[in-house]
């Protein structure tokens, strides 16, 4: 059975730091693509991150960009989002995400979230 | 504001059939990318819905379908149940974007 357990959320203050982890099992981790999707509190989901197997292709929201880092450790079947310079509107459950490739007829290759862990909520506020 | 536009809110008895519109433009959906669809219960996680447009994953009732036409697509219920009653989610990739959602649809079963 596949599973994603976040962890890392708390309060933190403006301009601060916090590491969220996400450990996985039930799947070969090294085999698969990783996201970071985020949904502030009453709102929509955002993606905010991905990170390919071998962690040769990484990609931000622009909302994130320069400020959060995101790494996968194989060896540990481990998922992280380093969150620098928080901000409040960071405000919301973060949610780690594994890619699935689908071939599609038309675009070639596209990926959707088939597995989500339960979250873990950051607040940012002082 | 989301790049892909859902309703709000859409609402049906029991029963009933009831549609979800996601409208996009010519850097996702009109460019030819297909749409995902999630469902988001109170209180969880999203669970994966629809995939490829039309796609259901085992384990999800034929009472869900979806398609694509052009700049949108639609998820379909029918049948409608009062577990059905969540949140539901497109999503699709945008050229200047990646991965990009919908702003959400509550779904109440009256």
């Known amino acids: 059975e596949v599973q994603l357990v976040e962890s890392g959320g708390g309060l933190v203050k403006p301009g601060g730091s916090l590491r969220l982890s996400c450990a996985a099992s039930?799947?070969?981790?090294?085999?698969?693509?990783m996201n970071w999707v985020r949904q502030a509190p009453g709102k929509g989901l955002e993606w905010v991150s991905s990170?390919?197997?071998?962690?040769?292709?990484?990609y931000y929201a622009d909302s994130v960009k320069g400020r959060f880092t995101i790494s996968r450790d194989n060896a540990k079947n481990s998922l992280y989002l380093q969150m620098n310079s928080l901000r409040a509107e960071d405000t919301a459950v973060y949610y780690c995400?594994?890619?699935?490739?689908?071939?599609?007829?038309?675009?070639?290759?596209?990926?959707?979230?088939?597995?989500w862990g339960q979250g873990t909520l950051v607040t940012v506020s002082s | 504001q989301s790049v892909l536009t859902q309703p709000p809110s859409v609402s049906g008895a029991p029963g009933q059939r009831v549609t979800i519109s996601c409208t996009g433009s010519?850097?996702?959906?009109?460019?030819?990318?297909?749409v995902h669809w999630y469902q988001q219960l109170p209180g969880t996680a999203p669970k994966l819905l629809i995939y490829?447009?039309?796609n259901r994953p085992s384990g999800v009732p034929d009472r869900f379908s979806g398609s694509k036409s052009g700049t949108s697509a639609s998820l379909a219920i029918t049948g409608l149940q009062a577990e059905d009653e969540a949140d539901y989610y497109c999503?699709?990739?945008?050229?200047?974007?990646?991965?990009?959602f919908g702003g959400g649809t509550k779904l109440t079963v009256l």
């Open positions: 995400a594994r890619d699935a490739e689908w071939a599609s007829p038309a675009a070639g290759i596209e990926y959707y979230f088939d597995y």
């Open positions: 990170i390919s197997s071998s962690s040769s292709y990484i």
């Open positions: 999503q699709s990739y945008d050229s200047s974007l990646r991965e990009v």
């Open positions: 039930g799947f070969t981790f090294s085999s698969y693509s």
């Open positions: 010519s850097s996702n959906i009109g460019a030819g990318y297909d």
């Open positions: 490829g447009n039309s």
